[in-house]
C-alpha cells in the first residue's frame, strides 16, 4: 500500500504521515516547506520538496492513496489572496486531475468550515456563505475535487478548529489554542481578538487522523463535517488555559472571523462511529 500526504511536514499532515506508516503503508510526504518544517517528517517516510501547482500524472504513479492537507491557510490569505486562491482553489484542481489520470484509488481532500460562513445550524446541506478569503479559495478548491466524485472515490473532511502536538503556534499562521499556550509560556499577555465570545468547536488532531484513514481504508465517499460537537467560547479556552491568571489584552477582531460556530456532526458519527463501533467524536 503506497499513500501520498500533500502539507506533511505541516500539523495535520504530519500526524496522518505518522499514523500510515505505523500501519507498513509507504508514505511519501509532499511539501514546499512553506508552512511545514522537515522536523515534523517522522523518520522512514520519504520526502519531495514540491509545490502541489507542480504536480503531474507521474507524481501519483502507482499510489493508491492521497490525502490532500497542503493549503493556504487562513492568516495568509489576508495578506495575498490571490496567492491564497492560486493555491486552494487551482492546486485542489491539479492535484485531483492528476490523481484521476494515475489511477489513484482514493481521495481524501481536507476543507474547513469556513466554507460556510456563519448559520444557526451548520450540516453538510448547510448553503455556503463564506465569510473570508480563505472561505472563498477552499470552497473553490471543493467543488473542483467534487466534480470528479464519478471518477475517483472522494471523501471531503470540513475541518474546525483542529489542535494537537505540532500546532504552529506563531500568531500570523497557528492555531488559537497554540497561540495561547506560547504565549502563556512566555508569561504572557494572552491576546484575544474581539470580544472572545464568539464560540468554537475544537477538535483533537487523533481524531482528525482517524478520520482520514478511515475513510480511505473503508471507501467512505461524500463530504463531512470533522469536528466535534461541544461549543467552546474563546474566553472559557482562555479560562481553562490561563492558570496563572496572566494579563489578557483585547484587540480588534480578524478580517472574515466568525461569531459562533454551530455544527451538527451527526453525519460523520453515524458513518464513523456506527459503522465501525469506535467512537471519536
Known amino acids: 500500500m503506497r499513500a501520498i500526504v500533500t502539507g506533511g511536514a505541516g500539523f495535520i499532515g504530519s500526524h496522518i504521515a505518522e499514523r500510515l506508516l505505523s500501519q507498513g503503508v509507504e508514505v511519501l510526504v509532499i511539501d514546499d516547506l512553506s508552512a511545514g518544517k522537515i522536523r515534523n517528517i517522522p523518520y522512514g517516510i520519504d ?13 501519483f504513479s502507482g499510489v493508491d492513496w492521497v490525502f490532500h492537507n497542503a493549503a493556504s491557510k487562513k492568516n495568509i490569505c489576508i495578506k495575498d489572496p490571490e496567492y491564497d486562491l492560486e493555491v486552494n482553489g487551482k492546486g485542489a484542481l491539479r492535484m485531483i486531475r492528476a490523481c484521476v489520470e494515475a489511477g489513484v484509488k482514493h481521495f481524501v481532500h481536507a476543507s474547513t468550515g469556513s466554507v460556510y460562513g456563519a ?76 470580544t472572545g465570545e464568539q464560540k468554537r468547536v475544537f477538535t483533537h488532531v487523533d481524531d482528525v487522523v482517524y478520520a482520514n484513514i478511515t475513510a480511505a481504508d473503508y471507501r467512505i465517499t461524500g463530504t463531512f463535517n470533522c469536528c466535534s460537537n461541544k461549543r467552546v467560547s474563546i474566553n472559557e479556552l482562555v479560562k ?28 460523520i458519527k453515524w458513518h464513523f462511529e456506527m459503522e465501525f463501533k469506535k467512537p471519536r467524536f
Open 119 to 194: 448559520a444557526d445550524l451548520t450540516n453538510e446541506d448547510t448553503p455556503y456563505n463564506p465569510t473570508s478569503y480563505y472561505g472563498v479559495s477552499k470552497l473553490a478548491g471543493d467543488r473542483y475535487v467534487n466534480l470528479y466524485k464519478d471518477r475517483i472515490p472522494i471523501t471531503i473532511l470540513r475541518y474546525f478548529h483542529v489542535y494537537g502536538p505540532r500546532q504552529e503556534d506563531d500568531p500570523k499562521l497557528g492555531g488559537v489554542v497554540a497561540v495561547f499556550k506560547r504565549q502563556i509560556e512566555e508569561g504572557g499577555p494572552i491576546t484575544v481578538h474581539g
Open 240 to 267: 481553562v488555559l490561563n492558570k496563572d491568571n496572566l494579563e489578557v489584552i483585547y484587540q480588534d477582531r480578524l478580517p472574515g472571523d466568525i461569531d459562533d460556530f454551530h455544527i451538527d456532526n451527526s453525519k
Open 47 to 59: 520526502f519531495l520538496k514540491m509545490n502541489i501547482l507542480d504536480v503531474t500524472k507521474e507524481t
